[in-house]
């Protein structure tokens, strides 16, 4: 495979990394408004939800009721959330610099795969400190996992850029 044709290939992986860490980010400011979507759903008359993952339902339930009472009360609280979407648009943006110059910027791409890993242990210490079910721990490492996916890709590509252009 050619260096242009490979450097293409980094940059689509990129731009789709790029792109679900921004959704991602976006999602996290209007907590409230999708909990009360996501519980209509699930509790609608036509979800299957409710007999088939009961747990699931009163899970999304009982989060709702907490963030309808923090928003209620103690809206300051949700001022977290707003960080953490602004923490992941930041990281979208880091990652223009390996989009822009891949071999220099490969740093970025191992800084995000350490992230990626970092989320395991992190849900698997707080999501029991802060009551999480272990079902919705997993889901929550999943993240780690199916991100980690793409820069492992990006990085073995970038070390075979980085090898043609030496040669």
Not at 41 to 60: K, Q
Not at 62 to 80: I, K, N, Q, S, T
Request: glycine content about 6%; hydrophobic content about 55%.
């Amino acid at each position: 495979m050619s260096e242009r044709a490979l450097l293409r290939r980094i940059r689509v992986w990129l731009v789709v990394f790029i792109v679900c860490l921004v959704l991602s980010g976006l999602t996290a400011f209007p907590l409230v408004t999708e909990l009360h979507w996501a519980e209509g759903l699930l509790t609608s008359s036509a979800s299957p939800a409710p007999e088939h993952f009961p747990a699931l339902v009163e899970w999304i339930t009982r989060v709702r009721a907490g963030l309808d009472e923090a928003d209620a009360a103690y809206p300051f609280v949700l001022y977290g959330t707003d960080w953490l979407a602004f923490a992941h648009l930041v990281i979208a943006v880091a990652f223009y610099g390996p989009y822009r110059d891949p071999v220099r910027n490969i740093w970025v791409i191992q800084f995000g795969m350490i992230a990626c890993a970092g989320i395991i242990p992190l849900a698997l210490i707080c999501g029991p400190i802060r009551d999480i079910p272990f079902w919705w721990t997993v889901i929550d490492m999943s993240f780690g996992v199916f991100g980690i996916v793409p820069l492992l890709v990006v990085h073995r590509m970038i070390r075979r850029l980085e090898a043609a252009a030496a040669v």
